[in-house]
T-cell receptor, first 112, second 112 residues
Framework: GAGVSQSPRYKVTKRGQDVALRCDPI?????LYWYRQALGQGPEFLTY????????KSGLPNDRFSAERPEGSISTLTIQRTEQRDSAMYRC??????????FGPGTRLTVT | TQLLEQSPQFLSIQEGENLTVYCNSS?????LQWYRQEPGEGPVLLVT?????EVKKLKRLTFQFGDARKDSSLHITAAQPGDTGLYLC????????????FGSGTRLLVRP
């Protein structure tokens, strides 16, 4: 079956622009997570959804970052007024059971 | 802040050699997981260890969870070039069933 998909796979944007990153979880997975992964490092938790409810957004770096999952399926991570320090790989994961998260291929964001 | 430290950061070995990767923390985790990540892809779950002292084997890979649930190790016997990749440990803190804390990873290269 299809895994977690993310789009776009690569995004280059100019500083100050807004970007929206999309995550399409595995069908039937009620939980969805966003992580950020710097090169050569492990993923860092950003936010967690259970169905459409955002249960934890403690990892979002600041108020320029927001996420939504309005219908409990597809999720969008939005970064407003991007800065160079936002450049990273953004990964989405989904799960049916919390301890078994399936990761997507990620969106590599480059802010110039 | 709960941290997971992995060592070594990099490991380059010859095919057929054995190796051990360590994952250490000063904090207790309810469970620890090991992931393998290949270039361009998301992390893939290899194993979850839950009980202190637990040992799990997956073909040539042996995973151990420390008695105090603060550390874990991954041992690979007779490494093969196909084992090349980034190995990540990750743990669920005692106060969270969904917020994975990742280590910084061990990049393994197995030379033929």
């Amino acid at each position: 079956g299809a895994g977690v998909s993310q789009s776009p796979r690569y995004k280059v944007t100019k500083r100050g622009q807004d970007v929206a990153l999309r995550c399409d979880p595995i069908s039937g997975h009620v939980s969805l997570y966003w992580y950020r992964q710097a090169l050569g490092q492990g993923p860092e938790f950003l936010t967690y959804f259970n169905y459409e409810a955002q249960q934890d957004k403690s990892g979002l770096p600041n108020d320029r970052f927001s996420a939504e999952r309005p219908e409990g399926s597809i999720s969008t991570l939005t970064i407003q007024r991007t800065e160079q320090r936002d450049s990273a790989m953004y990964r989405c994961a989904s799960s049916f059971l919390a301890y078994e998260q399936y990761f997507g291929p990620g969106t590599r964001l480059t802010v110039t | 802040t709960q941290l997971l430290e992995q060592s070594p950061q990099f490991l380059s070995i010859q095919e057929g050699e054995n190796l051990t990767v360590y994952c250490n923390s000063s904090s207790v985790f309810s469970s620890l997981q090991w992931y393998r990540q290949e270039p361009g892809e998301g992390p893939v779950l290899l194993v979850t260890v839950v009980t202190g002292g637990e040992v799990k084997k997956l073909k040539r890979l042996t995973f151990q969870f420390g008695d105090a649930r603060k550390d874990s190790s991954l041992h690979i016997t007779a490494a093969q070039p196909g084992d090349t990749g980034l190995y990540l440990c990750a743990g669920f803190p005692m106060d969270s069933s969904y917020k994975l804390i990742f280590g910084s990873g061990t990049r393994l290269l197995v030379r033929p």
